[in-house]
């Protein structure tokens, strides 16, 4: 069969903005990191596939992540794949990135009807370049001597669900899934002058990367500059814990989020995106990357 071109999303050129590692092994890197950091327990590895069947909003824990080369037919993986989606009554999806190991499979779904759809840019920075200094300096800026507490897993998702408006069942995945992370985590919450929560974020912690998840703004204080203070609080933690690189995932049309970010220092390394079925879509919820 012959494999169809990606054309829904550009390709993502490797950035060359982290001189110390080769952008090739940074983005492998970054990846590892990533899944670590949202690893689920309904998974299993597959024929280079990580299979994940997690309930809930959050597509990348109900996905195919291919992690490395296949040995095994496309048909038999595939045939796995849809059995055991079909078993916990979830649909199949295949999430793909622009470093994947293997370079055939996008077009190859592309030619049996999976859909691509919702892009997002993995973002990375130095925490040691000089610049790091000045925009981890909170001094002079929105919320800089707001109250900042840390959290537990519980308390964590259930600020970032009510920012959400997600619902009681999501919130306790969502805790569930934290309290089992094998990565160190910090979990904080800016609030008000009467305790409220205004923006929350969380610091993924492994070896010398951190990873910002989770970073959410109540509606009536978007664009104030609350997740700036957040992400700051959390970046300059895990520098003083001897983290040296930092990487996050935003949509490409976040604009407000990709500038904030920008002003960081964080560069696109790549890209990933999902691909499904068009007939069961609906069938997934798509609240959050």
Known sequence: ??????????????????????????????EEAALNATAVREQVLHDGWLVRGAAGPFRRM???????????????????????????????????TSICPDETLDGDLADRGY???????VMAMSLMAPSANAVLDPTGRSFADARIDVLDAPAFAAAAGEMRGSSVADIAA????????AVNIDMIVLRDHAGRAIACGMAAREDDLVGIFDVVTHPAHRRQGAA???VTALLSAARSRGAVRAYLQV??????ARTLYADYGFVDMYAYWY???PQVTDAAPTAAP
Request: net charge positive.
């Open 62 to 96: 109900r996905c195919v992540n291919v992690i490395g080369p296949s040995t095994g037919s496309l048909e038999r993986r595939l045939r796995f794949a849809q059995a055991w989606f079909a078993e916990r009554r979830l649909p199949i999806e295949f999430r793909l």
């Open 275 to 277: 691909r499904s079925l």
């Open 115 to 121: 859909a691509a759809e919702s892009e997002t840019r």
């Open 1 to 30: 069969m012959t494999s169809a071109p990606t054309t829904d999303f550009p390709d993502i050129a490797i950035s060359s903005a982290l001189p110390t590692v080769s952008p090739e092994a940074v983005c492998a890197r970054l």
């Open 251 to 256: 949509e490409p049309g976040n604009v407000p």
């Open 228 to 230: 700036r203070r957040v």
């Open 174 to 181: 969502h805790a569930g899934r934290l309290a089992g992370l």
